[in-house]
C-alpha cells in the first residue's frame, strides 16, 4: 500500500533532550516536506527536500534540522526542543514537484 | 506575501444539500491550487489539484474551480453526505518547480447532519 509513515505518532518529552520524528514513504517521491499544524496559525511549512541531498527552509525552520540521505527518508531532528514546539507535525511527499502531495497521519508532540 | 482564506470556518447542513466552499488567496501568481481534505486524529487527503492553466477539476461528486484574476477556488460538494463531514483546506502552490511550496488556508470543518 502507498503511504507516508511517520513515528512515533505521539511523544511527550522535556525540554532540551533531542529528537528525532522519523518520515518514510513507499512510492518512489521525489519530494518531501515537514509542516506544523497549530490552533488559529493552520498549516506552516519547515523544511522540503526537491530530492536526495537537497533540502530548503520552509516559513518556520528555526529550531529543526532534516536531511535526506535516501530518497524515501525525510528525518525531522529537534537539537533542543523547547515548550513552543508543542504542535501536531505532518510529513507529505509527491512524486514532483506540481503535485499532490500525500500526507502521513501526524505526530502529536508535547514539549514539557 | 501570499494569504489563503477560507470562509466559513465552520458549515453544517442537512443530508443531500449541494455545497460551496469558497477559498481566497492575495496574490494571483500561483502554479496550482489543492483541497484537501482532513478527518479528525488524521492526516490530509488531497482532493483535487488544479494547475495553474485549468479553469475547474472534477472528481466524483466533487468540483473545484480557479479563477486567479480573482484570486477565488471554489470546491463544490453535490449530494452532501454525512461522510462528507470533516475539515476541507485549500492550499496555493506558490514555487511550482521552484520549491513546491504550500500556503494553506485555515479550513472550513463542515458537518453533514443524518
Known amino acids: 500500500e502507498a503511504q507516508v509513515t511517520q513515528n512515533p505518532r505521539y511523544l511527550i518529552t522535556v525540554t532540551g533532550k533531542k529528537l528525532t520524528v522519523t518520515c518514510s514513504q513507499n512510492m518512489n517521491h521525489e519530494y518531501m516536506s515537514w509542516y506544523r499544524q497549530d490552533p488559529g496559525l493552520g498549516l506552516r511549512q519547515i523544511y522540503y527536500s526537491m530530492n536526495v541531498e537537497v533540502t530548503d527552509k520552509g516559513d518556520v525552520p528555526e529550531g529543526y534540522k532534516v536531511s535526506r540521505k535516501e530518497k524515501r527518508n525525510f528525518p525531522l531532528i529537534l537539537e533542543s526542543p523547547s515548550p513552543n514546539q508543542t504542535s501536531l507535525y505532518f510529513c507529505?511527499?509527491?512524486?514532483?514537484?506540481?503535485?499532490?502531495?500525500?500526507f502521513g497521519d501526524g505526530t502529536r508532540l508535547s514539549i514539557l | 506575501k501570499q494569504e489563503v482564506t477560507q470562509i466559513p470556518a465552520a458549515l453544517s447542513v442537512p443530508e443531500g444539500e449541494n455545497l460551496v466552499l469558497n477559498c481566497s488567496f492575495t496574490d494571483s501568481a500561483i502554479y496550482n491550487l489543492q483541497w484537501f481534505r482532513q478527518d479528525p486524529g488524521k492526516g490530509l487527503t488531497s482532493l483535487l489539484l488544479i494547475q495553474s492553466s485549468q479553469r475547474e477539476q472534477t472528481s466524483g461528486r466533487l468540483n473545484a474551480s480557479l479563477d486567479k484574476s480573482s484570486g477565488r477556488s471554489t470546491l463544490y460538494i453535490a449530494a452532501s453526505q454525512p461522510g462528507d463531514s470533516a475539515t476541507y483546506l485549500c492550499a496555493a502552490d506558490t514555487q511550482g518547480n521552484q520549491g513546491g511550496k504550500l500556503i494553506f488556508g485555515q479550513g472550513t470543518e463542515l458537518s453533514v447532519k443524518p
Open positions: 507529505a511527499s509527491s512524486l514532483t514537484l506540481n503535485q499532490p502531495q500525500h
